[in-house]
Each structure stands twice: as C-alpha cells, then as structure tokens.
Nanobody
C-alpha cells in the first residue's frame, strides 16, 4: 500500500507559477513511476506529466502537449517526493491536480503512463488560475 499526499495548490493569477508536491510512503519510492493528472469541473481526468522509472537511477519525463514547455516534473528520492513546477499558468489550467503512482517494469512503454490506470492515487489539490 502506497499513500500519496499532495500539497501546494492555491489561487494564482494568469501568468503566475505554482509548485505542487506529492509525498509518498514506501521503501522503494525510487522504483515508482509517478504521474500528475488533473480534472476540471465537468471534464474527464486528463494526463499532465509523468516521471518514469527506467532502471537504476534513470528516469524519463513525459508531458501532455497542453503543458509541455510550461510545466516541469521532478522528483527527490531522498524525500520520497515528486514535484510539478507550473509556470505561465493559464485559466484553463484550473483543476484539481492528482498525484498517482504506477509500479511497472522499467521497459514499459511511455504511452502506458498517460493512461489513468495507475495503482495508487492521492486525494488531490485544487489549483485555480484567475484571468
């Protein structure tokens, strides 16, 4: 069982920045692939970013086209924490942001991580971007 706790959400003006954090339990965090998803009111949950374990201390980052170049996913394995740095925020980024954990072999395809079939989910943190 892995517990995920997000933090860092809030209200920000368009063009501003926020950094979300997700603290995870578990002894083998370095071998977890982690993802961020978001869900706006009336919409389906959508992929934002993933940081994928590729073996040893190697990770691959992947992003949705809508956030590529503005958002950065990173992790600190010593702190069992994954981050989502969000810059140049837009009103359409307003959503509840969820952290998720997926445990797969390091050879799994990248596209597997944009699929919301993750093993564990956090409770979400609200991000509101005002225009």
């Amino acid at each position: 069982q892995v517990q995920l706790v997000e933090s860092g959400g809030g209200l920000v003006q368009a063009g501003g920045s926020l950094r979300l954090s997700c603290a995870a339990s578990g002894r083998t965090f370095s071998q977890y692939s982690m993802g961020w998803f978001r869900q706006a009111p009336g919409k389906e949950r959508e992929f934002v970013a993933a940081i994928i374990w590729r073996g040893k201390n190697t990770y691959e980052a992947d992003y949705a086209d809508s956030v590529r170049g503005r958002f950065t996913i990173s992790r600190d394995n010593a702190k069992n924490t994954v981050y989502l740095q969000m810059n140049s925020l837009k009103p359409e980024d307003t959503a509840v942001y969820y952290c998720a954990c997926k445990m797969r072999p390091p050879t799994s395809g990248t596209s597997d991580y944009s699929d919301p079939k993750y093993d564990y989910w956090g409770q979400g943190t609200q991000v509101i971007v005002s225009s």
